[in-house]
T-cell receptor
Framework: EAGVVQSPRYKIIEKKQPVAFWCNPI?????LYWYLQNLGQGPELLIR????????DSQLPKDRFSAERLKGVDSTLKIQPAELGDSAVYLC???????????????????FGEGSRLTVL | GDSVTQMEGPVTLSEEAFLTINCTYT??????LFWYVQYPGEGLQLLLK?????DKGSNKGFEATYRKETTSFHLEKGSVQVSDSAVYFC????????????FGQGTILTVHP
């Protein structure tokens, strides 16, 4: 079974340029996450999708970041314009959320891609 | 909000040494607790988890016990190998972290022959 696929693995751009990252989750996984990982830090959630709906985007800097998950499958994360401080690894993860009882669910195991490393010069 | 604190690293050990990586958390409710591992050049992968108090998660010789009274989930292994060299992340889900994982800052483990 294929894992979570991300591209590109590496991207180097100059500041103020746009950049986009793509993620294809594990087939059948309804929940998709984008995480930001700065050097020496743990991942921090940017946005979480359940199917095609963004259910938690409170940490997404909406002035320059945008994301979409059309048709509830693969997803794109965009930065425009990029700033020096955006240099980091962008991780995509997916899971199969399991309903426990009405209104709640188990997150399930998150499966991560290898990440996209962005360097902004 | 929820938070996770891991022991400061990095940790350097000789092969067959005993490993402990401390993890404590702050959360409301009853979160699930996880250890994820990131081997060089690879993505994060689940190592073990525990979903309720006193549960013990185990995998590949690693163990961690959910201690609600001390809000801890320390990772242990009796005899580490060179192949265990990686970055280890403690994480929680549930409570106010419902539907997502909140990670600690990670601990780099290097095991020498």
């Amino acid at each position: 079974e294929a894992g979570v696929v991300q591209s590109p693995r590496y991207k180097i751009i100059e500041k103020k340029q746009p950049v986009a990252f793509w993620c294809n989750p594990i087939s059948g996984h309804n929940t998709l996450y984008w995480y930001l990982q700065n050097l020496g830090q743990g991942p921090e959630l940017l946005i979480r999708y359940e199917n095609e709906e963004a259910v938690d985007d409170s940490q997404l800097p909406k002035d320059r970041f945008s994301a979409e998950r059309l048709k509830g499958v693969d997803s794109t994360l965009k930065i425009q314009p990029a700033e020096l401080g955006d240099s980091a690894v962008y991780l995509c993860a997916s899971s199969l959320a399991i309903p426990l009882f009405e209104g709640t669910q188990d997150t399930g195991e998150l499966f991560f891609g290898e990440g996209s490393r962005l360097t902004v010069l | 909000g929820d938070s996770v604190t891991q022991m400061e690293g990095p940790v350097t050990l000789s092969e067959e040494a005993f490993l402990t990586i401390n993890c404590t958390y702050t959360a409301t409710g009853y979160p699930s607790l996880f250890w994820y591992v990131q081997y060089p050049g690879e993505g994060l992968q689940l190592l073990l988890k525990a979903t309720k108090a006193d549960d013990k998660g185990s995998n590949k010789g690693f163990e961690a016990t959910y201690r609600k009274e001390t809000t801890s989930f320390h990772l242990e292994k009796g005899s580490v190998q060179v192949s265990d060299s990686a970055v280890y992340f403690c994480a929680i889900a549930g409570g106010t972290s419902y539907g997502k994982l909140t990670f600690g800052q990670g601990t780099i483990l290097t095991v020498h022959p």
